[in-house]
């Protein structure tokens, strides 16, 4: 539920915002014409103060982060031609097309400093030949080389994919999953909901209610997953705050959510970028920190922001820490999805490159595991 704090009028220079930090303030919910407004107005200083109090009063001046590794173990996608913001998919005879073999997982596993990671991050496309047994035996297989590691894998949209090639319900191919390893979900293939967005950019994918359906199940189910928004492309500020009213609807129910990630669209070497943002950057800085404030302010029931620093680069993440963000993603080991999009950023980052990071930024590092279980604590900068 909202939480109460005091603002300093004096760093709110837009006062069309004072009727929301009067509700910020009281610890009121926001509305999404309330949203629309924040993302309307040129006083990033002032949503960012209210987002920053916000995330105090949750989270003081604690940053968390883990340690993980990412694995994609196959870009074969159905639905390559239809997604067209996608730069990762590839048809099966198409070049670069490929699927790790169980082999080719574990030995990808192995790159991995498995004393320091605590969790494998699995994601890939819609395969027709990666189904309930395809990763049901990899998930068995990492959880027996590496039982303290966590898996958080497969988005809503992969779910729903293997369940369809598998011949199951949702529901069942839910507890397969869980029986064979699956800890979490991650937030992935949310895109924006709106059926208008989703008719131009994802036009074959599962729908924003679909999404949410399959979380609810998941959630039902005690996994619980994280959830995400993929801005900057042929959005408007409504279909943004409809999107976060159904994540946040979904949170009221449920409470299964452990954090919101809003990712910033990248345009290199997809359809959409070609047309759309020829220029080629999608997203700016301020929209990047817009986007996760407003995500603060607006998802008064989530405990926790998350700036993928891959996409908006560790400088904007480190920033965004004022800006209501109070988790950073973690040491990601080779991470391809957001680089074939032209992300020009590291594919990791050390220990000690994350904890240098938060601690420029005035605040306290903390080692986490993936339900948001404090491992280690680190002194703040002085
Ligand atoms: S975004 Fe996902 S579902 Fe769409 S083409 Fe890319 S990998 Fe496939």
């Not at 990047?288 to 922001?305: E, T």
């Not at 109070?326 to 680089?339: F, M, S």
């Amino acid at each position: 539920m909202p939480t109460a704090v005091q603002l300093d009028r004096a760093l709110i220079s837009d006062s069309s915002l004072y009727h929301i930090a009067d509700k910020v303030e009281r610890g009121e919910r926001l509305s999404t014409s309330d949203g629309v407004a924040l993302f309307a107005t040129g006083d990033l200083v002032g949503v960012g103060h209210m987002a920053d109090a916000v995330n105090r009063a949750k989270n003081g001046d604690r940053v968390t982060f883990a340690a993980n590794h990412h694995i994609n173990p196959t870009n074969i996608c159905i639905l390559r031609k239809t997604c067209v913001f996608c730069s990762y998919a590839r048809l099966p005879k198409e070049e670069g097309a490929y699927r790790y073999t169980m082999e080719q997982v574990y030995a990808e596993a192995a790159t991995s400093n498995t004393t320091l990671t605590r969790e494998f991050h699995i994601v890939g496309g819609l395969d027709m030949h990666a189904g309930l047994d395809y990763y049901t035996e990899m998930f068995r297989g990492l959880k027996e080389r590496y039982p303290h590691v966590h898996i958080k894998a497969l988005t809503a949209v992969e779910i729903a994919h293997v369940a369809r090639v598998s011949k199951r319900s949702v529901r069942d191919t839910l507890i397969a999953l869980r029986d064979a390893g699956l800890d979490t979900m991650p937030g992935g293939g949310a895109e924006v909901f709106s059926p208008g967005v989703r008719a131009t950019i994802a036009d074959k994918k599962l729908s924003g209610e679909e999404y949410i359906n399959v979380h609810r199940e998941a959630h039902e189910l005690g996994i619980r997953s994280n959830c995400t928004m993929l801005y900057g492309h042929v959005e408007t500020y409504e279909d943004r705050m409809a999107h976060l009213a159904m994540l946040r609807d979904l949170q009221d129910e449920t409470g299964g959510f452990l954090a919101y990630i809003p990712l910033a669209y990248h345009p290199d070497n997809n359809e959409l970028g070609e047309t759309l943002h020829r220029e080629g950057t999608a997203t700016s800085g301020f929209d990047d920190l817009k986007n996760l404030a407003v995500g603060r302010l607006f998802l008064d029931n989530f405990d926790h922001i998350k700036s993928h620093w891959i996409m908006v680069t560790p400088f904007v993440s480190q920033v965004a820490l004022h800006f209501g963000v109070n988790d950073l993603e973690g040491t990601v080991v080779r991470e391809k999805i957001y680089h074939e999009a032209g992300a020009h950023t590291e594919q990791r980052m050390t220990l000690e490159q994350i904890l240098k990071l938060i601690r420029g930024a005035k605040k306290a590092p903390v080692e986490r595991d993936s339900f948001y279980n404090v491992l280690r604590t680190f002194e703040a900068a002085a």
